[in-house]
C-alpha cells in the first residue's frame, strides 16, 4: 500500500499562486504513475494532471497553462504549482498513485490517495 500525504493548501486571492506536495513512501514515483485530482462540495472528483514515471505530464484543459506538475524523485514528492488561481479552482485537492498508465485521467484507476489539502481562492 502507497502511503500519500498532500500539503501546501490554504486561501488564496483570485490571481495568486499555491503550491501543493505530494510526499509518498517507498521509491512511488519510480513505479507509479501519480495523478492530481480535486472535489469541489456536491461534484464528483476530477482529474486535475498528472506525471508519469517516465515524466510525461497530462493535464486538464481547465488548468492547461496554468498549473505545473514536477516530481524529485530523490524526495519521492511530486507538486502541483498552481498558478493564476480563480474562485473555481476551490476545492480538495488529492494526489494518487496508480500503475495504469494508460488511465491517468480516471480516478478509477488509482488505488491509492492522500488525505487531501484544501485549495480555498477568494474572488
Known amino acids: 500500500q502507497v502511503q500519500l500525504v498532500e500539503s501546501g493548501g490554504g486561501l488564496v486571492q483570485a490571481g495568486g499562486s499555491l503550491r501543493l506536495a505530494c510526499a509518498s513512501s517507498g521509491r512511488t514515483l519510480r513505479r507509479y504513475a501519480m495523478g492530481w485530482f480535486r472535489q469541489a462540495p456536491g461534484k464528483e472528483r476530477e482529474f486535475v494532471g498528472a506525471?508519469?514515471?517516465?515524466?510525461?505530464?497530462y493535464y486538464a484543459d481547465s488548468v492547461k497553462g496554468r498549473f505545473t506538475i514536477s516530481s524529485d524523485n530523490t524526495k519521492d514528492t511530486v507538486y502541483l504549482q498552481m498558478n493564476s488561481l480563480k474562485p473555481e479552482d476551490t476545492a480538495v485537492y488529492y494526489c494518487g498513485a496508480t500503475l495504469r498508465i494508460d488511465s491517468v485521467r480516471a480516478s478509477q484507476a488509482f488505488g491509492s490517495w492522500g488525505q487531501g489539502t484544501q485549495v480555498t481562492v477568494s474572488s
Open positions: 506525471i508519469t514515471r517516465d515524466g510525461y505530464r
